[in-house]
Nanobody, 119 residues
Framework: VQLQASGGGLVQPGGSLRLSCAASGGTFGRHAMGWFRQAPGKGREFVAA????????YYAASVKGRFTISKDNAKDTVYLQMNSLKPEDTAVYYCTAIEMTTLTPKGSWGRGTLVTVSS
């Protein structure tokens, strides 16, 4: 299964973007899914996670209240709605299956999508 994120782009501070992550060559299966990001010169960090059912979500403190993660199992797609974007949100965003007890990634990384927040 390959995961591909899309929806990134250039946005001004305070703006919004909606990222999507779709599976190709298979399905997500019964996995919780998460978004991670990697800013220039920094390591990859956790952003948000959603359980397989979509019933529970978790967020990094830096994005809580601004970002919303959701999941459509029928479409095998995970979304990340990002509002009130800040320059520090600039990063390449990736999705992957996630271990909910530790909020750590499991499985392979797909292609990320670049989000640039700048005026």
């Amino acid at each position: 299964v390959q995961l591909q994120a899309s929806g990134g782009g250039l946005v001004q501070p305070g703006g919004s973007l909606r990222l999507s992550c779709a599976a190709s060559g298979g399905t997500f299966g019964r996995h919780a899914m998460g978004w991670f990001r990697q800013a220039p010169g920094k390591g990859r960090e956790f952003v948000a996670a959603v359980t397989w059912s979509g019933g529970s979500t978790y967020y990094a403190a830096s994005v809580k209240g601004r970002f919303t993660i959701s999941k459509d199992n029928a479409k095998d797609t995970v979304y990340l709605q990002m509002n009130s974007l800040k320059p520090e949100d600039t990063a390449v965003y990736y999705c992957t299956a996630i271990e909910m007890t530790t909020l750590t990634p499991k499985g392979s990384w797909g292609r990320g999508t670049l989000v640039t927040v700048s005026s």
